[in-house]
């Protein structure tokens, strides 16, 4: 069973635009949602992440929206670039537990 | 700081052969995992460890041994490879699960035939 469901599983985008990635989960005790990109051949690489005491979190041009009632959250890559193409994951953990559950990943391209 | 290294980078592997996936860090992390990635399956663990002589299973197990005797190295040991092992293996470690970003090595390739 999934933990964590993520959806697209692929997305194109043109240069400047705004790509979103959405992620769901059922389990309450999750406090801790983390992004990855990963790169071809790479291993992933945290990306950004959000507790739920917060409804949103920018870094840069990469922004997580979070929604605590509907158990749901998002990454918004704003000004998207070719070299943001990527495969991005989304994860959660609780500190009660000693797991990381990602979702299935979604691969981004980001057309010039 | 070399972070965590990975070897082999690639491996092909006959049904029934064994063999051990190397992984360290000089991170001084306690907590080390293993996950396998396959096309849609997004990243599933297989094992983990929150510190040296302390290892417990994750999804997917079966098929697979870890152990840890140092904080520095987590190897994962194939016991009798099969066919639905092929997948592309990382290791990853951080200070503690707990809110912790979890730095991956470069991952294996693993085929076996």
């Known amino acids: 069973q999934q933990q964590v469901k993520q959806s697209p599983q692929s997305l194109i985008v043109q240069k400047g635009g705004i790509p979103i990635i959405n992620c769901a989960y059922e389990?309450?005790?999750?406090?801790?949602f983390p992004w990855y990109q990963q790169f071809p051949g790479k291993g992933p690489a945290l990306l950004i992440a959000?507790?739920?005491?917060?409804s949103e979190k920018k870094e840069g041009r990469f922004t997580i929206s979070f929604n605590k009632s509907a158990k749901q959250f998002s990454l918004h890559i704003m000004d998207s670039q070719p070299g943001d193409s990527a495969t991005y994951f989304c994860a959660a953990s609780s500190n009660t537990g000693n797991q990381f559950y990602f979702g299935t990943g979604t691969s981004l391209t980001v057309i010039p | 700081n070399a972070g965590v290294t990975q070897t082999p980078k690639f491996q092909v592997l006959k049904t029934g052969q064994s063999m051990t996936l190397q992984c360290a860090q000089d991170?001084?992390?306690?907590?080390m995992s293993w996950y396998r990635q396959d096309p849609g399956m997004g990243l599933r663990l297989i094992h983990y460890?929150?510190?040296?002589?302390?290892?417990d299973q994750g999804e997917v197990p079966n098929g697979y041994n870890v152990s840890r005797s140092t904080t520095e190295d987590f190897p994962l040991r194939l016991l009798s490879a099969a066919p639905s092992q092929t997948s592309v293996y990382f290791c990853?470690?951080?200070?503690?699960?707990?809110?912790?970003?979890?730095?991956f090595g470069p991952g294996t390739r693993l085929t076996v035939l």
């Open positions: 990853a470690s951080s200070y503690t699960m707990e809110g912790g970003t979890q730095y």
């Open positions: 991170m001084n992390h306690e907590y």
């Open positions: 959000i507790r739920p005491d917060v």
């Open positions: 389990n309450t005790a999750f406090d801790y």
């Open positions: 460890s929150v510190g040296a002589g302390i290892t």
